[in-house]
């Protein structure tokens, strides 16, 4: 048993450290939700009695919590009257289209993304799935014995194994095979929980999933590599320690084109106000910074964009960042000159709004 445990501990960290690398954008409560439609067949596993084969049909509506965890809500339609063996009761007498139906909750596990990095580009993943449900036969007025050895209601439980394939350029399309089994929990006296192959049904499912489009803009979770950003993040602080002062002077050659002769240039006359990649909204550091600059004072400010992206996406990217510095100081009683967008400015200018304070 120790033995066991310490192995599970080693799997444990292995699997912690593949993923600690990477993290994944913050996902909406309605995000990573998925439809599906599946069908299939199934029969008796005791195999006594395993053809005629039952038909079955359903609909899946899931959700991802993460790339490794997930649930979903699951009815099946079974057209056949193959039951499960339990006692007498090997086949119904249905006079219904639909012989029964099983309404389950299930639990998801990806087995890929959970061993391997999750890569949203990926085809091919294997997981399982398991989760409780509901049965109801219909039609069989005989169904019903004496000390409850049958009825038309049963609790189940189901377990199975998924190999799915990711179609699209999106992959927001999943074509999916299960072998699962479906066992009746209740199918001895006084409905006493019990697992048990003489009461279950082996079968096979095909189905075929839409992933719905997530507040990312993809259809799956959005990833981003903490040790790639680490790395850049590092790189650009290397080069700030080892020429702090040619790496500014070159930030200021780029994005101040004018200054008063009057006045002279230097680093206290400037506020460097910093963003995310394709946006323009002011974080608390930013404020803060700006807060610095004092009221009354004049104001220059030059907004600029990092090269990835078009041009014209760059420049008004840029007149966004330098109108909403404006606006900020503005509103703190700042007088603002001018506010313009510069768009893209060499290498170093890079995603940046530049407050030059007269």
Avoid at 67 to 81: K, R
Avoid at 129 to 136: F, H, K, Q, V
Avoid at 249 to 272: G, H, R, S, Y
Wanted: proline share 3%.
């Amino acid at each position: 048993m120790k033995k066991f445990l310490i192995a599970l501990s080693v799997l444990a960290m292995g699997i912690t450290s593949a993923q600690a690398q990477i993290a994944y954008e913050k996902a909406k409560p309605f995000d990573n939700v998925y439809l599906g439609i599946e069908g299939g067949v199934m029969g008796p596993m005791n195999f006594k009695h395993f053809t005629p084969l039952n038909a079955a049909a359903g609909l899946k509506l899931g959700k991802n919590f993460s790339p490794v965890w997930g649930a979903n809500l699951e009815g099946l339609a079974f057209f056949g009257d193959n039951r499960w063996q339990t006692g007498s009761l090997g086949f119904s007498h249905s006079h219904t289209v639909v012989r029964a139906i099983n309404l389950g909750l299930n639990g998801t596990l990806n087995f890929t993304n959970l061993f391997c990095e999750y890569n949203p580009d990926r085809r091919f993943e294997v997981g399982a799935e398991a989760g409780i449900g509901y049965w109801i036969t219909y039609g069989d007025k005989h169904i019903i014995q004496t000390q409850n050895y049958g009825d038309d209601t049963e609790l189940t439980a189901k377990t199975g194994l998924t190999f799915a394939y990711n179609l699209g350029e999106n992959r927001a399309w999943q074509l999916y095979a299960e072998p699962a089994i479906i066992w009746n929990l209740t199918h001895g006296p006084g409905d006493a929980i019990q697992f048990g192959k003489q009461a279950a049904q082996l079968g096979l499912f095909v189905g075929l999933n839409y992933k719905f489009k997530t507040s990312n803009g993809t259809h799956n979770f959005k990833v981003w590599n903490v040790g790639e950003l680490n790395d850049e993040i590092n790189s650009l602080r290397d080069q700030l320690n080892a020429k702090p002062k040619e790496v500014v002077k070159e930030v200021v050659k780029e994005v101040v084109k004018e200054v008063p002769a009057q006045q002279t240039l230097c680093i206290d006359n400037l506020v460097f106000v910093t963003f995310a990649q394709g946006k323009y909204n002011l974080t608390n550091e930013a404020k803060k910074a700006l807060d610095d600059v004092k009221e009354g004072r004049h104001v220059q400010i030059v907004g600029t964009a990092s090269p990835e992206g078009p041009k014209d996406l760059n420049q008004r990217l840029s007149q966004n960042r330098a109108d909403v510095v404006a606006k900020y100081l503005q509103s703190r009683g700042v007088i603002v000159d001018e506010a313009k967008g510069a768009g893209v400015q060499g290498v170093t200018s890079n995603r940046l709004a530049v407050v030059y304070v007269k």
